[in-house]
């Protein structure tokens, strides 16, 4: 099991920058594909983005493709969002989620193949 704490969300201008984080305790870090999604009010939750287990592989949503950049580093446990050229529709809380796993090249959009997740964060981009 593990448990996810994600923090760094805030206010910012339209075109500015942001970078998320997302703890998670417990051990064997490295057995869980992470993934960030994020809901708007009145929308349903989407896919931002998702890193591999090992971090070989990422996939994002086409509209933050080429703005946002997902890390993770082991030695922390941490996952990273980094934010940039944001804009008001990205404005939504960002949750951060973990699905564990055995392959190295798992990563699904699917907000229901993740079986964890943090409180969320509020990201709001102001115009």
């Known amino acids: 099991q593990v448990q996810l704490v994600e923090s760094g969300g805030g206010l910012v201008q339209a075109g500015g920058s942001l970078r998320l984080s997302c703890a998670a305790s417990?051990?064997?870090?490295?057995?869980?594909?992470m993934g960030w999604f994020r809901q708007a009010p009145g929308k349903e939750r989407e896919f931002v983005g998702a890193i591999s287990r090992l971090g070989i592989f990422t996939k994002y949503a086409d509209s933050v493709k080429g703005r946002f950049t997902i890390s993770r580093v082991s030695a922390e446990n941490t996952v990273y969002l980094q934010m940039n050229s944001l804009k008001p529709e990205d404005t939504a809380v960002y949750y951060c989620?973990?699905?564990?796993?055995?392959?190295?090249?798992?990563?699904?959009?699917?907000?229901?193949?993740?079986?964890?997740w943090g409180q969320g964060t509020q990201v709001t981009v102001s115009s």
């Open positions: 417990g051990r064997s870090f490295s057995d869980y594909t």
């Open positions: 989620a973990a699905h564990q796993t055995t392959s190295i090249s798992w990563i699904s959009i699917a907000a229901r193949e993740y079986d964890y």
